[in-house]
Antibody
Framework: EVQLVESGGGLVQPGGSLRLSCATSGFTFSDHYMDWVRQAPGKGLEWVGRSRNKVNSYTTEYVASVKGRFTISRDNSKELLYLQMDSLKTEDTAVYYC????????????????WGQGTLVTVSP | DIVMTQSPDSLAVSLGERATINCRSIQSVLSSSNNKNYLAWYQQKPGQPPKLLIYWASTRESGVPDRFSGSGSGTDFTLTISSLQAEDAATYYCQQYYSYIHTFGQGTKLEIK
């Protein structure tokens, strides 16, 4: 059974840093792309970034609003996905979801086939 | 980035009736190499993470009831719920995965009338 469990959220001041973790199980972590998606309170979904799989050298992509401030990484031995968030702004306040991307059964569709429950990050003075 | 726009922002439909949600992309998400539309639909209920419903514009995720269907091509897409059930009250999002940056629509809130 696939499990994704995010942690590390909390209250941080503007300009501060926070590292989110996503503990994964139930699938071969290195074989899959993983995404971070966020949702500001009462708002819609925003795709934040991606970590590709081993075959694609774990390369990353980011939405423009976080590029240069956020970094996605992995610990493959522990099957953990990370989101390092630096220079945080009030507009980064959101629930952050870790998502599992597709798989062979999706025919190459890079969609978020499974979502964690999310962790809340609040950026406030 | 590819901007996705959904309509309406909200709607109320009676039980057993049809619900239709539209999604438009600023540029085509149809690939000429495989003739597939890189468009997905998600359902989110209050207090829960989103759930994948449909990908490739019309392929239902395993376990999704067949009252949910997706259609459209290029820049215009539709999610249809053929006979609305109480448990379908939720917010629905479209997402394109054609570009590296996978943008979402703003969401459509579906309520039971």
């Amino acid at each position: 059974e696939v499990q994704l469990v995010e942690s590390g959220g909390g209250l941080v001041q503007p300009g501060g840093s926070l590292r989110l973790s996503c503990a994964t199980s139930g699938f071969t972590f290195s074989d899959h792309y993983m995404d971070w998606v966020r949702q500001a309170p009462g708002k819609g979904l925003e795709w934040v970034g991606r970590s590709r799989n081993k075959v694609n050298s774990y390369t990353t992509e980011y939405v423009a609003s976080v590029k240069g401030r956020f970094t996605i990484s992995r610990d493959n031995s522990k099957e953990l996905l990370y989101l390092q968030m630096d220079s945080l702004k009030t507009e980064d306040t959101a629930v952050y979801y870790c998502t599992l991307i597709g798989g062979a059964q999706y025919g190459g569709a890079t969609v978020s086939s499974f979502w964690g429950q999310g962790t809340l990050v609040t950026v406030s003075p | 980035d590819i901007v996705m726009t959904q309509s309406p922002d909200s709607l109320a439909v009676s039980l057993g009736e049809r619900a239709t949600i539209n999604c438009r992309s600023i540029q085509s998400v149809l690939s000429s190499s495989n003739n597939k539309n890189y468009l997905a639909w998600y359902q989110q209920k209050p207090g829960q993470p989103p759930k994948l419903l449909i990908y490739w514009a019309s392929t239902r995720e395993s376990g999704v009831p067949d009252r949910f269907s997706g259609s459209g091509s290029g820049t215009d897409f539709t999610l249809t719920i053929s006979s609305l059930q109480a448990e379908d009250a939720a917010t629905y999002y479209c997402q394109q995965y054609y570009s590296y940056i996978h943008t979402f629509g703003q969401g459509t809130k579906l309520e039971i009338k």
